[in-house]
């Protein structure tokens, strides 16, 4: 029942972002590897590399379906665990936009964390609360995060090697930029994943994204493939 569930939320979420996105642009693929490795009982550490593509579709220039390497990057967090539900992150993010086209674009983030964990049963809920500094060629923005995420086993009472999980979450993002004014975007997303082993885990989403929630709303949907690795 569960699976049937999560199979048609992440179909409709799909053709939905789809039938909804403005342009020519069709999806976006983006693929993570968390690695976190663990200093002592409260501190530890992650290191992510990530890269995000795009796919266009320019038949009307006669070109057809375009695949475009939107950015690299790599994100490096330090991590204190107050206790068993609350933990305070500072992290750094480096991007460059458009790596191989050679136009020197970067951007830079300052990040301030806060994770607690409501429950810890089968079904685990959490909030994330971020506030970000963001730079980059010309431009400077200031931005407020808030994550409330939910996951839980296909079967059982806990997730075991070998076993699949459901996960879903809703974003909050608003952003303060140096120019004046503000905005407002939502990020659903829908995914699942398998613990393979004790070091690894493979996860993918659909997210779909509603930016200028203050204005004429635009959608774009997000393929998110994350494989994780702890070291610990």
Known sequence: MIRRVLLAGILGL????????SG??????????????KINDQWH?????????????????????QFFSNFLEVTQYISRRVNQRLSLSLGYRHRRREPFEGKGLYENRLIQQLSYVHLRTASRLASRLQTEQRWGNEFFEYRIRYRLSMDRPFSGEKLDIGEYYFITANELVT??????????????????????????????????????????????VFVLTSFYVNLK
């Open 45 to 65: 550490m992650n290191t992510t590399l990530t890269g995000r593509n795009g796919f266009y579709d320019r038949n009307d220039a006669g070109d057809g379906i």
């Open 24 to 37: 020519d642009l069709v999806a976006h693929w983006e693929m993570g590897v968390p690695i976190s490795y």
């Open 175 to 220: 952003a303060f930029p140096d120019e004046g004014g503000d905005s407002l975007e939502n990020r659903v997303s829908v995914g699942a994943g398998k613990l393979w082993t004790r070091k690894l885990k493979l996860q993918m989403d659909l997210q779909l994204r509603s930016g200028d929630l203050y204005g004429k709303i635009d959608h774009r």
């Open 14 to 21: 799909f053709f939905q972002s789809l039938q909804a996105q």
